[in-house]
C-alpha cells in the first residue's frame, strides 16, 4: 500500500512538474525575420545592427520571451544589394513562414524591401531608414527611427554660422538617403545665410577623390560636409591631407562615430565633427548630470555593457542601439497588440510614444519618424566629445581646424 502510495505521488509530481514548465518552452517560437548586411559596401555598419538585433532576441528570451513564446531570429545577407534584399524579403514570408519582420541596413534596402512588406500588410520598424521619400509614397506598414537625412548636419551648419563663417562645399555619396541628406544640408545652409560654393556626388564603390578634393580646394570653402558611409569618410579625410584640403571646419554624416575611424585615421581623425541619433559616451558621462539616461534612454548602461560582453572587440555605434531599440519596439508591439495580427500591431506602432535604448520613438501617420533627435560631436584627444545641441554637450568645439601642417 505504501509503494502505490509513493508511485500515486511520483505521478502526481511529475504530472504538477509538467504543468509549471513555462509555456515559452512548450509554444512554437515568434519567427522575425530580415536582412542585414553581412558583405558588400554596407557590410561594417549592417554587422553592428544585426549584433543589436541578436542582443535584443537574447535579452527577451532570457526575460521569458513575449506572448509566452520564445524570439527566434531568421536572418540572410542581403549583400548590400536592394535588389538581393526584397528577393529574400519575399522569401521570409512566403517559404519561411516567418511572424514578424524587422527591417535592413540602410535606406536603398529598405526602400526595395519596403515594398515587399506593404505587399503582404505586415508591419516593418526600419531603424537606419533616413531617406524621408520611403514615407511619403503612401505606404501603411513601415516605421522609421532615425532623423531625418535631410537635416543631419544642421547642427554643424549652425555652429559654423555661430563662428561667422560664410561658404561650405557639400559633397556626397549618390545614394538615396545621402543624396537627400546633401540637398537638405544645401536648404539648410541657405536658410542660415551659409553660400554654397561648391557641391558634387560621387558614385558608390569611389576610392579616389583627388578630382573632387581639387576642385574643393580650388573653392576654399569655410566648411566642407560629406553625407558619406564609412569606407568613404576615412578615404576622404586620408586624401584631404594628401591633396592640403583645410576648411575651418569639416564634417561627414556616416562612418565617424566608429572608432575604427579613428584607428584607421590616428590623430589625421582629429578635429573632424560627426554627427549621430546615439552614443555610447551618452552612457559614458551619465554620472555628470548632464543626460537623464535613465528616463531618455532606459536600459542603455546595461545594453552598452552587455554588448561589450557579448561582442567582446566589436565596434559599438548607433546602427547597433538603433536595431536593440527596433526589436524592443516591435517586442513591445506585440505585448500590447496582445497579437500577432498585422493590422493590430499597425495600429499600436503607429500610437507607440517611448523611449528606448536608442531613444525616443515616434512616427507621424505616414510612419516617418518625428521623435528623435541627432547630436554633434568632434573627435578631441581620441574621444568623441558631444558639442551639440549645447544643453547636451559635454565639451566646447576646437575652432577653428588648423592647417593640416600646422597640427601637432
Same mark, same amino acid.
Given at each position: 500500500?505504501?509503494?502505490? &502510495?509513493?508511485? &500515486?505521488?511520483?505521478?502526481?509530481?511529475?504530472?504538477?512538474?509538467?504543468?509549471?514548465?513555462?509555456?515559452?518552452?512548450?509554444?512554437?517560437?515568434?519567427?522575425?525575420?530580415?536582412?542585414?548586411?553581412?558583405?558588400?559596401?554596407?557590410?561594417?555598419?549592417?554587422?553592428?545592427?544585426?549584433?543589436?538585433?541578436?542582443? &535584443?532576441?537574447?535579452?527577451?528570451?532570457?526575460?521569458?520571451?513575449?506572448?509566452?513564446?520564445?524570439?527566434?531570429?531568421?536572418? !540572410?545577407?542581403? $549583400?548590400?544589394?536592394?535588389?538581393?534584399?526584397?528577393?529574400?524579403?519575399?522569401?521570409?514570408?512566403?517559404?519561411?513562414?516567418?511572424?514578424?519582420?524587422?527591417?535592413?541596413?540602410?535606406?536603398?534596402?529598405?526602400?526595395?524591401?519596403?515594398?515587399? =512588406?506593404?505587399?503582404?500588410?505586415?508591419?516593418?520598424?526600419?531603424?537606419?531608414?533616413?531617406? $524621408?521619400?520611403?514615407?511619403?509614397?503612401?505606404?501603411?506598414?513601415?516605421?522609421?527611427?532615425?532623423?531625418?537625412?535631410?537635416?543631419?548636419?544642421?547642427?554643424?551648419?549652425?555652429?559654423?554660422? $555661430?563662428?561667422?563663417?560664410?561658404?561650405?562645399?557639400?559633397?556626397?555619396?549618390?545614394?538615396?538617403?545621402?543624396?537627400?541628406?546633401?540637398?537638405?544640408?544645401?536648404?539648410?545652409? /541657405?536658410?542660415?545665410?551659409?553660400?554654397?560654393?561648391?557641391?558634387?556626388?560621387?558614385?558608390?564603390?569611389?576610392?579616389?577623390? =583627388?578630382?573632387?578634393?581639387?576642385?574643393?580646394?580650388?573653392?576654399?570653402?569655410?566648411?566642407?560636409?560629406? =553625407?558619406?558611409?564609412?569606407?568613404?569618410?576615412?578615404?576622404?579625410?586620408?586624401?584631404?591631407?594628401?591633396?592640403?584640403?583645410?576648411?575651418?571646419?569639416?564634417?561627414?554624416?556616416?562612418?565617424?562615430?566608429?572608432?575604427?575611424?579613428?584607428?584607421?585615421?590616428?590623430?589625421?581623425?582629429?578635429?573632424?565633427?560627426?554627427?549621430?541619433?546615439?552614443?555610447?559616451?551618452?552612457?559614458?558621462?551619465?554620472?555628470?548630470?548632464?543626460?537623464?539616461?535613465?528616463?531618455? !534612454?532606459?536600459?542603455?548602461?546595461?545594453?552598452?555593457?552587455?554588448?561589450?560582453?557579448?561582442?567582446?572587440?566589436?565596434?559599438?555605434? !548607433?546602427?547597433?542601439?538603433?536595431?536593440?531599440?527596433? &526589436?524592443?519596439?516591435?517586442?513591445?508591439?506585440?505585448?500590447?497588440?496582445? =497579437?500577432?495580427?498585422?493590422?493590430?500591431?499597425?495600429?499600436?506602432?503607429?500610437?507607440?510614444?517611448?523611449?528606448?535604448?536608442?531613444?525616443?520613438?515616434?512616427?507621424?501617420?505616414?510612419?516617418?519618424?518625428?521623435?528623435? /533627435?541627432?547630436?554633434?560631436?568632434?573627435?578631441?584627444?581620441?574621444?568623441?566629445?558631444?558639442?551639440?545641441?549645447?544643453?547636451?554637450?559635454?565639451? /566646447?568645439?576646437?575652432?577653428?581646424?588648423?592647417?593640416?601642417?600646422?597640427?601637432?
Amino acid at each position: 500500500m505504501k509503494t502505490m &502510495c509513493r508511485l &500515486c505521488f511520483a505521478v502526481i509530481a511529475i504530472t504538477l512538474w509538467w504543468s509549471s514548465v513555462p509555456v515559452v518552452e512548450a509554444q512554437a517560437p515568434i519567427r522575425i525575420g530580415a536582412t542585414l548586411a553581412q558583405t558588400g559596401v554596407y557590410a561594417t555598419l549592417g554587422q553592428n545592427q544585426f549584433r543589436g538585433y541578436q542582443l &535584443c532576441v537574447k535579452h527577451v528570451n532570457e526575460k521569458g520571451g513575449v506572448l509566452g513564446r520564445r524570439l527566434e531570429l531568421v536572418s !540572410y545577407d542581403d $549583400r548590400s544589394e536592394p535588389a538581393t534584399g526584397a528577393r529574400i524579403y519575399e522569401k521570409l514570408v512566403t517559404h519561411d513562414k516567418i511572424d514578424v519582420i524587422l527591417g535592413p541596413y540602410s535606406s536603398p534596402i529598405t526602400e526595395a524591401v519596403a515594398d515587399v =512588406s506593404e505587399k503582404h500588410r505586415m508591419p516593418m520598424v526600419a531603424p537606419t531608414a533616413a531617406a $524621408r521619400s520611403i514615407y511619403t509614397k503612401g505606404r501603411k506598414f513601415v516605421f522609421g527611427m532615425l532623423p531625418p537625412a535631410e537635416g543631419r548636419l544642421e547642427g554643424l551648419l549652425d555652429l559654423a554660422a $555661430r563662428n561667422g563663417l560664410k561658404t561650405v562645399a557639400v559633397i556626397n555619396v549618390d545614394d538615396l538617403a545621402r543624396r537627400a541628406g546633401a540637398q537638405g544640408t544645401i536648404d539648410l545652409a /541657405k536658410n542660415k545665410g551659409l553660400q554654397v560654393v561648391f557641391a558634387a556626388a560621387y558614385p558608390l564603390k569611389s576610392i579616389d577623390f =583627388s578630382a573632387i578634393l581639387t576642385t574643393v580646394r580650388a573653392a576654399n570653402p569655410d566648411v566642407l560636409v560629406g =553625407s558619406t558611409r564609412f569606407d568613404d569618410a576615412v578615404a576622404i579625410t586620408r586624401q584631404m591631407k594628401t591633396s592640403n584640403v583645410n576648411p575651418r571646419m569639416y564634417g561627414l554624416t556616416v562612418g565617424v562615430d566608429s572608432i575604427k575611424f579613428y584607428e584607421a585615421l590616428g590623430r589625421d581623425a582629429e578635429f573632424v565633427y560627426g554627427v549621430t541619433p546615439w552614443l555610447p559616451e551618452l552612457v559614458d558621462v551619465r554620472a555628470g548630470g548632464l543626460i537623464p539616461i535613465a528616463r531618455e !534612454y532606459p536600459g542603455a548602461r546595461e545594453f552598452v555593457e552587455s554588448y561589450r560582453r557579448e561582442f567582446p572587440g566589436a565596434d559599438l555605434t !548607433y546602427h547597433a542601439a538603433a536595431g536593440y531599440g527596433g &526589436c524592443e519596439i516591435l517586442v513591445n508591439a506585440i505585448r500590447r497588440a496582445g =497579437s500577432l495580427d498585422s493590422g493590430k500591431l499597425r495600429d499600436v506602432i503607429l500610437k507607440l510614444d517611448r523611449n528606448t535604448v536608442f531613444g525616443r520613438f515616434g512616427v507621424d501617420r505616414t510612419g516617418a519618424p518625428i521623435a528623435h /533627435k541627432d547630436l554633434m560631436f568632434q573627435w578631441q584627444d581620441g574621444k568623441k566629445v558631444i558639442v551639440w545641441p549645447e544643453e547636451l554637450a559635454t565639451g /566646447k568645439p576646437r575652432f577653428p581646424t588648423p592647417p593640416w601642417n600646422q597640427r601637432p
